[in-house]
T-cell receptor, first 111, second 114 residues
Framework: GESVGLHLPTLSVQEGDNSIINCAYSNSASDYFIWYKQESGKGPQFIIDIRSNMDKRQGQRVTVLLNKTVKHLSLQIAATQPGDSAVYFCAERKESEKLVFGKGTKLTVNP | NAGVTQTPKFQVLKTGQSMTLQCAQDMNHEYMSWYRQDPGMGLRLIHYSVGAGITDQGEVPNGYNVSRSTTEDFPLRLLSAAPSQTSVYFC?????????????FGDGTRLSIL
């Protein structure tokens, strides 16, 4: 079946660097995508979303890029801080269907 | 604003016991859902509800029951606990199922079945 996946299970960066977390999706009919952050012992926390009629969306220190041609989603975090250390999930949704979650990438920020 | 509240936070059960995981939201959201999270498996949907009185099965419904008598509450029942149900359980809600809106999650119930 179709599923959302991630290229790398772990990512380690230095404090102050920019982070890029990648996500590949296989359902070309998906039209809504979400990034979540999950800290240890907590539930997933919404970061940013994007619809398929956009290819870029910016938030506070975060940017999501969507490349529908290669079915790729990425989350860019500017000036990564120790508080950004967490597991990051992407999720996809086809219209009127349920969200499908990826397995997550663990981001570690080194001081 | 409490958001999504799950109780208990931790629970240990013996095989064959039953229990109810509670979930409540104070955002007047119509859509609520239950997920389980296992290492390397991501979040898998157990049951969901698009509104009071309406429930449906997700990806992994076996061994679990739900009901939705009010908009605020969506309890998950384990009828006869099995070791395979050891997991972290998350409840989530969003305003409407059919709109593109993110789900808000509780902080989870960590359940161990011995």
């Amino acid at each position: 079946g179709e599923s959302v996946g991630l290229h790398l299970p772990t990512l380690s960066v230095q404090e102050g660097d920019n982070s890029i977390i990648n996500c590949a999706y296989s359902n070309s009919a998906s039209d809504y995508f979400i990034w979540y952050k999950q800290e240890s012992g907590k539930g997933p926390q919404f970061i940013i979303d994007i619809r398929s009629n956009m290819d870029k969306r910016q938030g506070q220190r975060v940017t999501v890029l969507l490349n529908k041609t290669v079915k790729h989603l990425s989350l860019q975090i500017a000036a990564t801080q120790p508080g950004d250390s967490a597991v990051y999930f992407c999720a996809e949704r086809k219209e009127s269907e349920k969200l499908v979650f990826g397995k997550g990438t663990k981001l570690t920020v080194n001081p | 604003n409490a958001g999504v509240t799950q109780t208990p936070k931790f629970q240990v059960l013996k095989t064959g016991q039953s229990m109810t995981l509670q979930c409540a939201q104070d955002m007047n959201h119509e859509y609520m859902s239950w997920y389980r999270q296992d290492p390397g498996m991501g979040l898998r949907l157990i049951h969901y509800s698009v509104g009071a009185g309406i429930t449906d099965q997700g990806e992994v419904p076996n061994g679990y029951n739900v009901s939705r008598s009010t908009t605020e509450d969506f309890p998950l029942r384990l009828l006869s606990a099995a070791p395979s149900q050891t997991s972290v359980y998350f409840c989530a809600s969003s305003p409407y199922f059919y709109l593109d809106q993110p789900q808000h999650f509780g902080d989870g119930t960590r359940l161990s079945i011995l």
